[in-house]
Protein backbone atom coordinates (compact mmCIF):
# COMPACT_ATOMS: atom_id res chain seq x y z
CA UNK A 1 0.00 0.00 0.00
CA UNK A 2 1.52 3.42 -1.23
CA UNK A 3 1.60 5.81 2.12
CA UNK A 4 2.31 9.21 1.71
CA UNK A 5 3.70 11.29 5.06
CA UNK A 6 4.13 15.51 4.90
CA UNK A 7 5.83 17.58 6.83
CA UNK A 8 7.02 21.04 7.14
CA UNK A 9 4.46 22.46 8.04
CA UNK A 10 4.05 25.38 10.97
CA UNK A 11 2.89 29.17 11.62
CA UNK A 12 5.17 32.20 9.69
CA UNK A 13 4.64 35.89 8.96
CA UNK A 14 2.89 36.79 5.54
CA UNK A 15 5.94 37.55 3.47
CA UNK A 16 7.62 34.77 4.67
CA UNK A 17 8.39 31.16 3.90
CA UNK A 18 7.96 27.58 4.48
CA UNK A 19 9.01 24.34 2.53
CA UNK A 20 6.61 21.32 2.32
CA UNK A 21 8.24 17.60 2.31
CA UNK A 22 5.84 14.50 0.92
CA UNK A 23 7.53 11.36 1.40
CA UNK A 24 6.61 8.68 -0.71
CA UNK A 25 6.82 4.58 0.63
CA UNK A 26 5.47 1.29 -0.61
CA UNK A 27 5.49 -0.77 -3.47
CA UNK A 28 5.35 1.01 -6.97
CA UNK A 29 6.43 -0.32 -10.18
CA UNK A 30 7.46 3.59 -11.28
CA UNK A 31 7.12 7.06 -10.00
CA UNK A 32 3.68 7.89 -9.16
CA UNK A 33 2.47 11.84 -10.45
CA UNK A 34 2.30 13.67 -7.55
CA UNK A 35 -0.05 16.74 -6.92
CA UNK A 36 -0.41 19.33 -3.67
CA UNK A 37 -3.94 20.47 -2.25
CA UNK A 38 -4.64 22.59 0.33
CA UNK A 39 -8.27 22.40 2.73
CA UNK A 40 -9.11 25.99 4.43
CA UNK A 41 -11.56 26.06 7.31
CA UNK A 42 -15.34 26.06 5.79
CA UNK A 43 -14.19 25.38 2.58
CA UNK A 44 -13.44 22.55 -0.03
CA UNK A 45 -10.00 20.94 -0.82
CA UNK A 46 -8.43 22.53 -3.87
CA UNK A 47 -5.81 22.07 -6.28
CA UNK A 48 -2.26 23.47 -5.76
CA UNK A 49 0.57 22.68 -7.66
CA UNK A 50 1.09 19.18 -9.55
CA UNK A 51 3.85 17.44 -11.48
CA UNK A 52 4.50 14.21 -13.51
CA UNK A 53 6.06 11.12 -12.66
CA UNK A 54 9.91 11.93 -13.79
CA UNK A 55 9.04 16.23 -13.46
CA UNK A 56 9.00 17.13 -17.55
CA UNK A 57 5.58 18.43 -16.70
CA UNK A 58 4.36 21.05 -13.74
CA UNK A 59 0.97 23.10 -12.97
CA UNK A 60 0.24 25.23 -10.33
CA UNK A 61 -2.80 26.96 -9.31
CA UNK A 62 -3.31 30.83 -10.44
CA UNK A 63 -3.25 31.63 -6.31
CA UNK A 64 0.30 30.54 -6.03
CA UNK A 65 1.50 30.93 -9.36
CA UNK A 66 5.26 32.23 -8.99
CA UNK A 67 4.93 31.79 -5.29
CA UNK A 68 5.11 28.22 -5.14
CA UNK A 69 7.39 25.67 -6.72
CA UNK A 70 6.75 21.73 -6.52
CA UNK A 71 9.70 19.79 -7.29
CA UNK A 72 10.48 15.74 -7.07
CA UNK A 73 13.42 13.70 -6.27
CA UNK A 74 12.61 10.19 -7.01
CA UNK A 75 15.99 8.81 -6.02
CA UNK A 76 14.78 9.95 -2.41
CA UNK A 77 10.92 9.50 -3.27
CA UNK A 78 10.38 13.00 -2.00
CA UNK A 79 8.18 15.41 -3.39
CA UNK A 80 8.56 18.94 -2.47
CA UNK A 81 6.59 22.33 -2.15
CA UNK A 82 8.65 25.73 -1.90
CA UNK A 83 6.21 28.20 -0.54
CA UNK A 84 7.41 31.68 -0.84
CA UNK A 85 5.67 35.67 -0.13
CA UNK A 86 2.96 33.76 2.11
CA UNK A 87 -0.37 35.66 3.11
CA UNK A 88 -3.05 34.75 5.42
CA UNK A 89 -5.03 33.10 2.59
CA UNK A 90 -2.50 30.97 2.03
CA UNK A 91 -3.52 29.11 5.51
CA UNK A 92 -4.62 25.72 5.32
CA UNK A 93 -4.33 21.84 6.13
CA UNK A 94 -2.15 21.01 3.13
CA UNK A 95 -1.97 17.51 1.60
CA UNK A 96 0.14 15.40 -0.54
CA UNK A 97 -1.42 12.81 -3.02
CA UNK A 98 -0.69 10.66 -5.68
CA UNK A 99 -1.75 9.03 -8.63
CA UNK A 100 -0.99 6.96 -11.25
CA UNK A 101 -2.10 9.59 -14.29
CA UNK A 102 -0.36 11.56 -16.42
CA UNK A 103 0.56 14.52 -13.61
CA UNK A 104 -2.08 17.07 -14.79
CA UNK A 105 -4.90 16.33 -12.85
CA UNK A 106 -6.55 18.80 -10.73
CA UNK A 107 -9.30 17.59 -9.08
CA UNK A 108 -9.04 15.93 -5.99
CA UNK A 109 -11.00 12.68 -7.19
CA UNK A 110 -8.42 12.18 -9.07
CA UNK A 111 -5.88 10.99 -7.14
CA UNK A 112 -5.48 7.34 -5.35
CA UNK A 113 -3.21 7.91 -2.22
CA UNK A 114 -3.38 10.84 0.29
CA UNK A 115 -1.24 11.89 3.46
CA UNK A 116 -2.48 13.14 6.62
CA UNK A 117 -2.12 16.65 5.65
CA UNK A 118 0.28 19.71 7.40
CA UNK A 119 -1.08 22.90 8.67
CA UNK A 120 0.26 25.98 7.63
CA UNK A 121 -1.08 29.17 9.34
CA UNK A 122 0.27 32.35 7.94
CA UNK A 123 0.06 35.29 10.28
CA UNK A 124 -0.84 39.27 9.04
Known amino acids: QVQLVESGGGLVQAGGSLRLSCVISGPTTSPLAMGWFRQAPGREREFVAC????????YYAGAVKGRFAISRDNAKRTVDLQMNSLKPEDTAVYYC?????????????????WGQGTQVTVSS
Open 97 to 113: AANRGHGDEVRPDEYDY
Open 51 to 58: ISNYGGAI
